[in-house]
């Protein structure tokens, strides 16, 4: 059965607009909460962090609201990345872990993320438990007064998070001498990700560090690396990280301002991985990885396995086969020997701590050749259209057209009203060709 209110990364959608308002997120609250409530531990605890987007003070109070009314006691940390979320909920023994945030997505938008008590992101079949509770009647829910939950905010979050990412590294790891930029998209890193590379000793120059509620991946961050390519120039910088708004993913920019994807950063670290006998299992990619990446681990004799896109589905496929290194060509990249979702700083901090001997990244970067690919994301009223008779058919055609030649993909997104249509091949004309058979059945 269809989920009504989860995607492929939680909750997520226009602030005010459908789903995403205090009203909705009391009764998300409630619903998430009494799921948890009715497992019957001890001690029922959530905490919640949140990104930088303005809308995050009138969701978190709701959000807090419905758990407490369902008798769970709630910390809050404020501002504080995905994973370090994470991590806090599994360090600190919580039965839930709530993040606030849209990701990528521009400051008009909001959402949730949810993770259990192993600091994993809830399962498909766990988010429709809880969307069963969403829209039953408010009052069966409800605690007595007695057994409702309290709140408490926790301000050092991020000291707790910079803590255990400092102790998955060897304790004289040191970054002096380098010079590194760091775009945090005014977004949830903006305070852990500048002060741990400079607390490491590197000459940090740090940019998108000055959140205002609006200005959350405008123009800058991982979905905008133009910016990082050219503060990197500017600072003659060793290399040059990007996050996005709740710094899961990672882009990054060597030292001739060049920008590495995340299908680069995952291939780097496989092969380091592989040669310093680390690596595990394999690699997971998804629908979305290069297929030169896909040609590049058939050649090192590296396992390779596509998930559905999204970091969620990655991991699962990770725990699945026991890999221990997954990710997006997008930058949500899964360290599984530290981490269970996708953390932007702790990658940047796995790829320093490769160069700190005194590489150059554009030395141990462009270890495969990528197949030309081409994505257009196309805005859509609605996402059904992908099921069209006259849309499956130029599918269809546009297949068989490129097969052995490359490969097409054609999508809906999970967190946007947006059909997404990829072609990969050496063929120039022939991807674009494929792509506009597919586009006009959609417009």
């Known amino acids: 059965m269809k989920k009504k209110y989860f995607g492929t990364d939680g909750i997520r959608g226009t602030v005010n607009i459908g789903n995403i308002n205090g009203e909705k997120f009391f009764k998300f609250g409630l619903a998430a909460g009494t799921y948890f409530k009715n497992l019957k531990k001890k001690k029922q605890v959530a905490i919640i962090a949140k990104d930088t987007r303005l809308s995050g003070y009138t969701l978190e109070p709701a959000l807090v609201s419905g758990l ?42 909001n959402g949730l993320k949810l993770f259990g008590p192993d600091g994993m992101k809830l399962s498909d079949k766990i988010e429709k438990k809880i969307e069963n509770l969403i829209d039953k009647k408010t009052i069966n829910h409800l605690s ?46 903006y305070k852990s990700a500048p002060k741990l590379l400079s607390d490491l ?73 592989k040669r310093k006998k680390i690596l595990k299992g394999g690699v997971i990619g998804t629908l979305m990885s290069n297929y030169g990446l896909e040609q590049f681990f058939n050649s090192e004799k590296i396992r390779f396995k596509r998930s559905n896109v999204g970091d969620r589905y990655v991991k699962e496929m990770m725990k699945k086969y026991n890999f221990n290194l997954g990710g997006e060509q997008s930058g949500h990249i899964i360290l599984g020997n530290f981490a269970t979702t996708g953390d932007g700083i702790l990658v940047a901090l796995e790829i320093l701590f490769a160069l700190r001997k005194g590489k150059l990244a554009s030395e141990i970067f462009r270890v495969y050749k990528p197949v030309p690919q081409k994505l257009i994301n196309i805005k859509v009223k609605n996402k059904q259209i992908i099921n069209s008779p006259k849309c499956k058919k130029a599918i269809k055609y546009a297949n068989k057209l490129i097969k052995n030649k490359g490969r097409l993909l054609v999508r809906s997104s999970g967190t946007e009203s947006k059909i ?10 022939l991807m674009n060709k494929c792509i506009d058979l597919v586009k006009k059945q959609i417009y």
Not at 68 to 73: L, R, T, V
Not at 149 to 169: A, C, H, Q, S, T
Not at 420 to 429: G, K, L, V
């Open 68 to 109: 407490a009314s369902a008798g769970m006691h709630i910390f809050t940390l404020g501002p504080l990345p995905t994973n370090g979320l994470a991590m806090l909920t599994k360090k600190m023994k919580a039965n839930l872990g709530i993040m606030i945030t849209a990701s990528h997505n521009p400051f008009h938008d």
């Open 144 to 189: 007595e007064p007695k057994f409702l939950g309290r709140v408490k905010r926790l301000e050092d979050g991020n000291d707790k998070y910079m803590k255990i990412l400092k102790e998955n590294f060897p304790s004289n790891f040191s970054l002096k001498n380098m010079r590194i930029v760091i775009d945090c998209a005014n977004g949830a890193g």
């Open 201 to 273: 000793g590197a000459k940090v120059f740090a940019i998108g560090t000055s959140p205002n509620g609006l200005n959350i991946n405008d123009n800058c961050g991982s979905t905008f690396p133009g910016v990082l390519k050219k503060s990197v120039k500017k600072f003659k910088a060793d290399l040059g990280i990007a996050l996005d708004g709740d710094a899961d993913r990672v882009i990054m920019c060597d030292e001739k301002s060049q920008i590495i994807d995340g299908d680069q950063i995952i291939a780097m670290i496989a092969k380091r991985w």
């Open 420 to 429: 997404r249509i990829m072609c990969e091949t050496f063929n120039r004309s």
